[in-house]
């Protein structure tokens, strides 16, 4: 990547400026605008990490860092209260499940960086009979941050580089993304004997 | 050394002995527990601490290596024990005797598929339950399409297997329960902010009392022996760093240690200063990221910035010279990679400058604090026989007064000629295990100050050929790592890919004994237990 892409920060905005250069709706377009100021103003993460960079993540929340200067500081231990998912570490065959359902457990709206060379696409593990190969074969992403691990700015700017795409989301009609995520999860189905198994679980349950 | 072997042929007249390393015993299996017995309990051997465990697959037959140790009496042995039952292999278990074969053998039995008879729990120990194969054999289908990327959970198990031998030698598979069905079982991780990575335990309470803990672990099993397995020894090393990150340049050490030994390499003296140097450097930084992680789980939050503090500093020096604040790439075999920062002693000196006061800081915040040494004080309670049963080495080991510091007892590198104390501590308990790792950080700085001054001129490589190939031959080295005695063993056929290397790592032996020290304490005991064990949980999977 050269480095004057580093520079270029507001290439989403411009995006959206083009979009938007035909108008929008006076009520819906300023409240969304509303909405996503708010929104990516105060994106909260998952502590979730399982190798590395998470250790570069805690140093991102002290004081040389301080991502609390972007209101990211927040960092929930419960996936209901997050409303991001930071990926940093690899993902095994054992985690894969664990980390499906704490993406399926997050609240709308969600979203998900992969943060390090492991989460991208196995890193340096890649041949590995247990590593899955990116955790983008599990739940979609929505930044990557490549680094082994990323150094702390690298992660403030895969973080900033989420909030500015929360900004351009339309919270009415339908959302600016390529792939919806339920084309996602329809395409990476839960196999189903163990759902089934699930069902009958939870009937035993109920009874 | 002569001794040793004299006795045991007279004891056991089929055992064979090679020289080397340390004296090498091959058994027979049918003799093999009666004479593990005879290691621990015979007051001439003595070998209470079972350093390693490797399991091997040497095509024909599969079987592990056993490393041992006297902490009475200093000498260390190993023992082979093979088999040529491909199919269906099973060995003696040993683990009633060392506990820490406990885990050691499920791991084994997990890549090789070798059964151990008496084990108490034989279930797989990184894998999925329903995984096909074992990984580590060298005929292993590593195909995707047999093992997939399924999203399906396992289905939990609340009973185990056991192989029992019947009197006429027969082996019958017994069930074993682990949870009964009023058990009441509270599941902690693999997502929890207490347990420091993805790190599961299954605890089963009475009220607020842990009646027992069943770990499972695996959700960071990398799989890096078998991938050192594929590439040349230079390419294995980077993965030490990736190991325990936070004593990436003790790990690395390590292997670039032992594969110099194996090359008979002459390391240059400067280059040994470094190492040393880099080595206390990250025992320092690993030991204020556990205070600050310890505190914050104990609810002491301020800590973590103060602490974060000083390990910024520490990361600075690393990045001037290594170009890196985490997974250095530093040390390369035959001596480092590259020269140190011309910064480099100056900033050095400016930590040790400021290292008392910090830590003088930290004592007025925590470490008197009345709440903390209540959450502390007889915690987690510890005894010597324990922490040398489960083999859990590093500052855990020396705060249950057991002197394992290897810098001490089999000093490598320059640290024969320094001039440090190791830290032992009687009382066993979360409050001892705290201190020890504080008097440490001061012990560090002690070896830098010695050093910083002192640094020789020279080279910092020696001459090394292109392309690496070891003699035929097995080789084990272990180095003092931030948690504990951090071991490889490298196995070599005269390729230029290792045959085997086993990564012994100091925190599968923390994780292990954690349902021992938790058990019949409070649940709420269970973070501080396990936060002044400091587990770095993608170096007990690998």
Same mark, same amino acid.
């Given at each position: 990547?050269?480095?004057?892409?580093?520079?270029?920060?507001?290439?989403?905005?411009?995006?959206?400026?083009?979009?938007?250069?035909?108008?929008?709706?006076?009520?819906?377009? @300023?409240?969304?605008?509303?909405?996503?100021?708010?929104? @990516?103003?105060?994106?909260?993460?998952?502590?979730?990490?399982?190798?590395?960079?998470?250790?570069?993540?805690? @140093?991102?929340?002290?004081?040389?860092?301080?991502?609390?200067?972007?209101?990211?500081?927040?960092?929930?231990?419960?996936?209901?209260?997050?409303?991001?998912?930071?990926?940093?570490?690899?993902?095994?065959?054992?985690?894969? %499940?664990?980390?499906?359902?704490?993406?399926?457990?997050?609240?709308?709206?969600?979203?998900?960086?992969?943060?390090?060379?492991?989460?991208?696409?196995?890193?340096?593990?890649?041949?590995?009979?247990?590593?899955?190969?990116?955790?983008?074969?599990?739940?979609?992403?929505?930044?990557?941050?490549?680094?082994?691990?990323?150094?702390?700015?690298?992660?403030?700017?895969?973080?900033?580089?989420?909030?500015?795409?929360?900004?351009?989301?339309?919270?009415?009609?339908?959302?600016?993304?390529?792939?919806?995520? @339920?084309?996602?999860?329809?395409?990476? %189905?839960?196999?189903?004997?163990?759902?089934?198994?699930?069902?009958?679980?939870?009937?035993?349950?109920?009874? | 050394?002569?001794?040793?072997?004299?006795?045991?042929?007279?004891?056991?007249?089929?055992?064979?002995?090679?020289?080397?390393?340390?004296?090498?015993?091959?058994?027979?299996?049918?003799?093999?527990?009666?004479?593990?017995?005879?290691?621990?309990?015979?007051?001439?051997?003595?070998?209470?601490?079972?350093?390693?465990?490797?399991?091997?697959?040497?095509?024909?037959?599969?079987?592990?290596?056993?490393?041992?140790?006297?902490? +009475?009496?200093?000498?260390?042995?190993?023992?082979?024990?093979?088999?040529?039952?491909?199919?269906?292999?099973?060995?003696?278990?040993?683990?009633?005797?060392?506990?820490?074969?406990?885990? /050691?053998?499920?791991?084994?039995?997990?890549?090789?598929?070798?059964?151990?008879?008496?084990?108490?729990?034989?279930?797989?120990?990184?894998?999925?339950?329903?995984?096909?194969?074992?990984?580590?054999?060298?005929?292993?289908?590593?195909?995707?399409?047999?093992?997939?990327?399924?999203?399906?959970?396992?289905?939990?198990?609340?009973?185990?297997?056991?192989?029992?031998?019947?009197?006429?030698?027969?082996?019958?598979?017994?069930?074993?329960?682990?949870?009964?069905?009023?058990?009441?079982?509270?599941?902690?991780?693999?997502?929890?902010?207490?347990?420091?990575?993805?790190? +599961?335990?299954?605890?089963?309470?009475?009220?607020?009392?842990?009646?027992?803990?069943?770990?499972?672990?695996?959700?960071?099993?990398?799989? *890096?022996?078998?991938?050192?397995? $594929?590439?040349?020894?230079?390419?294995?090393?980077?993965?030490?760093?990736?190991?325990?990150?936070?004593?990436?340049?003790?790990?690395?050490?390590?292997? =670039?240690?032992?594969?110099?030994?194996?090359?008979?390499?002459?390391?240059? +003296?400067?280059?040994?200063?470094?190492?040393?140097?880099?080595?206390?450097?990250?025992?320092?930084?690993?030991?204020?990221?556990?205070?600050?992680?310890? =505190?914050?789980?104990?609810?002491?939050?301020?800590?973590?910035? /103060?602490?974060?503090?000083?390990?910024?500093?520490?990361?600075?020096?690393?990045?001037?010279? =290594?170009?890196?604040? !985490?997974?250095?790439?530093?040390?390369?075999?035959?001596?480092?990679?590259?020269?140190?920062?011309?910064?480099?002693?100056?900033?050095?000196?400016?930590?040790?400058?400021?290292?008392?006061?910090? *830590?003088?800081? /930290?004592?007025?915040?925590?470490?008197?604090?009345?709440?903390?040494?209540?959450? !502390?004080? $007889?915690?987690?309670?510890?005894?010597?026989?324990?922490?040398?049963?489960?083999?859990?080495?590093?500052?855990?080991?020396?705060?249950?007064?057991?002197?394992?510091?290897?810098?001490?007892?089999?000093?490598?590198?320059?640290?024969?000629?320094?001039?440090?104390?190791?830290?032992?501590?009687?009382?066993?308990?979360?409050?001892?295990?705290?201190?020890?790792?504080?008097?440490?950080?001061?012990?560090?700085?002690?070896?830098?100050?010695?050093?910083?001054?002192?640094?020789?001129?020279?080279?910092?490589?020696?001459?090394?050929?292109?392309?690496?190939?070891?003699?035929?031959?097995?080789?084990?080295?272990?180095?003092?790592?931030?948690?504990?005695?951090?071991?490889? /063993?490298?196995?070599?056929?005269?390729?230029?890919?290792?045959?085997?290397?086993?990564?012994?790592?100091? =925190?599968?032996?923390?994780? $292990? *004994?954690?349902?021992?020290?938790?058990?019949?304490?409070? *649940?709420?005991?269970?973070?501080?237990?396990?936060?002044?064990?400091?587990?770095?949980?993608?170096?007990?999977?690998?």
């Amino acid at each position: 990547m050269p480095y004057a892409e580093f520079k270029d920060n507001e290439y989403i905005e411009s995006l959206v400026n083009e979009l938007r250069a035909n108008g929008t709706n006076v009520v819906v377009g @300023s409240l969304d605008k509303l909405i996503n100021w708010g929104r @990516s103003n105060s994106i909260w993460p998952l502590t979730f990490a399982t190798s590395c960079c998470g250790i570069e993540f805690i @140093s991102l929340g002290a004081a040389r860092f301080d991502m609390a200067r972007f209101g990211w500081e927040v960092a929930r231990a419960s996936p209901r209260q997050a409303d991001f998912m930071m990926v940093a570490g690899t993902i095994v065959h054992r985690m894969a %499940p664990v980390v499906r359902r704490l993406y399926d457990q997050l609240a709308e709206p969600k979203y998900v960086i992969a943060c390090g060379g492991c989460a991208i696409s196995g890193g340096p593990f890649k041949n590995s009979y247990h590593v899955v190969k990116g955790v983008g074969e599990v739940i979609p992403v929505d930044v990557y941050v490549p680094g082994c691990p990323p150094r702390p700015e690298a992660m403030i700017y895969g973080i900033m580089q989420l909030s500015r795409k929360i900004k351009v989301e339309r919270f009415f009609g339908g959302v600016n993304r390529q792939e919806k995520r @339920s084309d996602f999860i329809n395409a990476h %189905p839960i196999e189903e004997a163990l759902v089934k198994e699930g069902v009958e679980q939870e009937e035993g349950m109920a009874k | 050394m002569a001794n040793v072997q004299e006795h045991i042929a007279r004891l056991f007249p089929e055992a064979t002995f090679e020289e080397g390393e340390v004296l090498l015993v091959n058994i027979p299996d049918a003799k093999w527990h009666t004479l593990a017995k005879t290691l621990k309990e015979d007051s001439e051997l003595d070998f209470d601490y079972l350093v390693a465990l490797v399991g091997m697959d040497w095509t024909e037959t599969l079987g592990v290596m056993y490393y041992f140790s006297s902490t +009475r009496l200093g000498h260390s042995i190993s023992v082979k024990v093979a088999t040529d039952n491909r199919e269906n292999p099973m060995l003696h278990s040993i683990s009633d005797l060392w506990n820490v074969a406990n885990l /050691y053998e499920r791991e084994v039995y997990d890549y090789y598929g070798i059964i151990f008879i008496n084990h108490p729990d034989m279930r797989r120990l990184f894998l999925r339950n329903d995984w096909v194969g074992y990984p580590l054999r060298k005929d292993y289908d590593a195909s995707p399409e047999t093992n997939p990327v399924r999203l399906d959970h396992e289905a939990v198990d609340d009973t185990t297997f056991t192989y029992v031998e019947q009197p006429d030698g027969k082996v019958v598979k017994e069930e074993r329960t682990i949870f009964a069905p009023e058990d009441f079982v509270v599941n902690i991780g693999p997502q929890h902010p207490a347990t420091h990575g993805v790190l +599961r335990f299954r605890t089963s309470v009475d009220g607020e009392t842990i009646k027992k803990i069943d770990l499972y672990l695996g959700y960071i099993h990398r799989g *890096i022996e078998k991938l050192c397995e $594929g590439l040349g020894y230079m390419q294995t090393l980077h993965f030490t760093d990736r190991l325990d990150y936070l004593s990436a340049q003790q790990n690395r050490h390590c292997l =670039c240690l032992c594969i110099e030994k194996a090359m008979g390499i002459e390391v240059p +003296r400067r280059a040994q200063v470094i190492r040393v140097m880099m080595d206390e450097l990250m025992r320092i930084s690993s030991h204020l990221l556990f205070m600050g992680t310890f =505190c914050m789980d104990l609810g002491a939050t301020t800590m973590l910035f /103060y602490t974060l503090r000083e390990r910024e500093r520490i990361l600075d020096i690393f990045e001037k010279t =290594c170009g890196a604040r !985490m997974t250095f790439n530093y040390n390369c075999i035959g001596g480092i990679m590259e020269d140190i920062d011309k910064d480099f002693v100056a900033d050095v000196k400016k930590l040790l400058e400021i290292m008392p006061k910090a *830590i003088k800081e /930290y004592d007025t915040i925590f470490t008197g604090n009345v709440i903390a040494r209540n959450r !502390m004080e $007889g915690v987690g309670v510890i005894s010597k026989e324990d922490v040398i049963s489960y083999a859990t080495t590093g500052p855990v080991g020396r705060a249950s007064g057991w002197a394992c510091d290897v810098r001490k007892t089999h000093p490598y590198g320059i640290y024969s000629e320094l001039d440090f104390d190791e830290i032992t501590l009687p009382e066993g308990d979360s409050m001892a295990r705290y201190l020890v790792r504080v008097e440490e950080i001061k012990q560090s700085c002690r070896i830098l100050e010695q050093l910083v001054d002192n640094i020789p001129e020279g080279d910092i490589c020696a001459k090394v050929p292109k392309i690496i190939k070891l003699p035929e031959g097995h080789w084990f080295q272990q180095v003092e790592a931030s948690r504990g005695a951090f071991g490889v /063993y490298i196995e070599s056929h005269g390729d230029q890919k290792p045959w085997r290397v086993k990564f012994n790592s100091p =925190c599968m032996n923390l994780a $292990g *004994i954690v349902p021992h020290a938790a058990k019949g304490g409070k *649940i709420a005991d269970l973070i501080t237990i396990g936060g002044t064990f400091d587990y770095v949980v993608p170096d007990i999977d690998r």
